[in-house]
């Protein structure tokens, strides 16, 4: 809020100026303290990469864009129970979104191999992960419906990374935008997202800057202490299987085509792979 100054001849300021003035000040110190709330969700890096957005050290993103997580079947709630892993991200998002002034947030997510969809019990249409989280931000953070996007044609990660730039970043001509997920799930998705973006760099000659922001893992499997660590090592081999199959790639004429011929979520040659369930992997999506 900017203080009001109405003259009167010189040296004279009004009393409307030292109000206003008073009442950015108290408005200033509410927001930082809800700031420093929010951002405890934020990893100490994560956090120090959004002070220098604040304070003009970064350029403010135009998006800021987060991966789904899974949403879990439910009836408690007509658009599903999203994961406690997937509302953390959600409200990082949100607090980044605050804090840097992005026009944007975009949700990464149509569902998952990994479980049911939610089907709505009233329109019996299926609840996207973008759909669901969107009704979070929307109705719970407080993010008006103009500044969210969803896409819901992505399954994975891979495809995060593929439709995030094709059906927003791209059309909405994005220079700079955010990536938000969990510490679990940020070294692969870095590693696509940076691979996918300079695929579009380089066929199409539209360059995205990233910055990857990351909340924190703790606190969100105590009652399966064993499933952090078997997520993180199969992202870690995940890691590596997406090095083998991409690392050559220089173009998205090349990406498209693997992607569409031997991904279990997008080939039609292996649609009758997708939802087989892996077990050990339960309570992790």
Known sequence: MMAVTIGYGAGHRSTLGRSSLLLAGVLAHRRRCSIASRASVLTHESEGIVRDIEEGRRPKPDGVIVLAGGLWVSTESPWGEIPPWALRRLDGAADVYRRSEADT?????????????????????????????????????????????????????????????????????????????SEFHMPRSKAIFQKVYALVEASLGVSVSLSFITVRDDGLFTENSDALEVRRQKEKKSIEVWEKNTSHMTTLKEFHAWMYATHVCYSCSKQDEFGIEDKSLKGTY
């Open 105 to 181: 947030i975009m949700i990464c997510g149509g569902g998952s191999p990994h479980g049911l969809p939610m089907i709505h019990p009233k329109t019996g249409q299926v609840v996207h992960e973008g759909t669901a989280y969107a009704e979070y931000l929307i109705g719970q953070q407080h993010v008006p419906a103009r500044d969210v996007l969803k896409e819901v044609s992505s399954y994975d990660t891979v495809g995060n990374g593929y439709f995030s730039a094709m059906i927003h970043a791209i059309p909405c001509g994005w220079r700079n935008a955010a990536v938000v997920t």
